[in-house]
């Protein structure tokens, strides 16, 4: 069954990209993420944060039964790897560098085969290095591969749920930043106004950094644009600020978008009362300075 391709689950962590959860996790007979080893050596779904369930590693010498050259009842001498194995598989590359280059005549109208030849020593190398994973809803059956799949969606759901929190914490710092009130957010997403200043107080380093450079980089395009009336052709050069290309312009107005600063609407793009708020807020701060120095 042809199963819809996998958006990363993460692009609901950052403005600027899709919150949508990819359908390709649910449960389903036809489909499954295949798994990478990562950097501390455990398996991971590809292009998901998410460790694999129940992973075995399949070694090159379970994956692989190449053709020894030796004596019988002795350690062979040459090992004889096909270049269709290969090409076939990326994990044998290293034979390309380390073989020699054997060419097999044709028998019996079968075409030429194509060998690298290495010493014994050189396979055992190599020998127990992982070159794919068995994956028990993907390889497995009956009750554990069911099993398997429910954990997967379990797994997937857990790391969505941090991630679509964590993008809420952002959303609740920038809503603070241009002037809402803690009960103001807490009113509209149903949680106290402790709550509310607790999730502010929590925020880490990258997320206040974030907020800032939102903040600065929608004022930045917001005084070229201005904010009245739809902004009629976000990639016009004249809307742009000098140093910004057309990727980062892109970049902003759909950071600006997934922000609720800029709406998308028939008559193109128009700025938010929230967008509003964020040119607004510097000036109500100069005015407040202004009363208290004055």
Known sequence: MAMPSNPDIRAASRPGRSPALPPSWRISEGYSHDAVLDADGKWRYLDANVLAVGPHAVLLEEALRPK????????????????????ENSNLNWALQAGERWTMPSVAGEPEQVYFATTWETWLEHASEPVSVWLPERDGEGIIRRLALVERELRFLREATEEVGGHRGFLVLLAAEIGLTRKEIGELIGLSTGRVQQLCDDAGPDDRQLVTTVLAESRE???????DGPVDSPLDPRLRPPAWGPDKLDEVVATMVACGLLEETSEGLEVTTSGRLVVEVPDRRKRRARVTHG
């Open 68 to 87: 020894v050259i030796g004596v019988e009842g002795e350690r062979p001498e040459v090992v004889l790897i096909s270049l269709d194995d290969i090409v």
């Open 221 to 227: 395009l917001l005084a070229l644009t201005g904010v």
